[in-house]
């Protein structure tokens, strides 16, 4: 989808993200971890200090899919010290009404490149096995099923695939004469 500008959220966009992060949570119950009900009770410092990737110490890509100013994705790529090598991705979503337009694998391409160049060898997520078009999505941009289903969270009957992409990295051309 060309309209559909995606970009890195900066710190001083907190806001911004908390809207679209309670929206998705609002949405979409079902597909992640955290909940609505949990999140929409954190202070604005909280929501600041989750785009203070620094005073954090993350190496992380929180990213916004806008079209026309507003936002219809969003998504973050995250590595956890001490393993480098493995990037994650959470809080995938794309506004229901806009889905099946590309603007997923955009976000999985942008943050694919970004974990090539932070010489990362796979990415991991986790989908919940009933949003069977998320795990269509991820399954045709390269992901697979990798070890058993678990519990979306404690207390839920819903059950998370983890899943896994092998990144790699292109060949550097030879040298020659």
Request: overall charge negative; charged content about 20%.
């Amino acid at each position: 989808m060309s309209d559909v500008n995606i970009r890195e959220v900066p710190p001083q966009d907190w806001s911004f993200y908390k809207s679209v992060r309670l929206s998705s949570l609002e949405d979409s119950p079902d597909s992640f971890g955290s909940t609505y009900e949990q999140e929409v009770l954190l202070s604005d410092a909280e929501w600041q200090a989750r785009l203070d990737l620094k005073l954090r110490g993350l190496s992380a890509l929180p990213l916004i899919a806008e079209l026309d100013g507003r936002a219809v994705g969003l998504a973050w790529g995250v590595m956890h010290e001490p393993d480098t090598k493995i990037a994650h991705i959470y809080q995938m979503w794309v506004c229901p009404s806009l889905r099946g337009r590309g603007i997923a694998k955009s976000l999985l391409c942008e943050i694919s490149t970004w974990a090539l160049n932070k010489g990362c060898e796979r990415i991991e997520l986790a989908v919940t096995t009933i949003n069977e078009a998320a795990v269509s999505v991820y399954t045709s941009y390269g992901y697979t099923p990798t070890g058993p289903i678990e519990a979306l969270r404690a207390g839920s009957a819903l059950m998370v695939q983890p899943m896994v992409k092998r990144l790699v990295a292109a060949a550097k051309p030879e040298n020659t004469l």
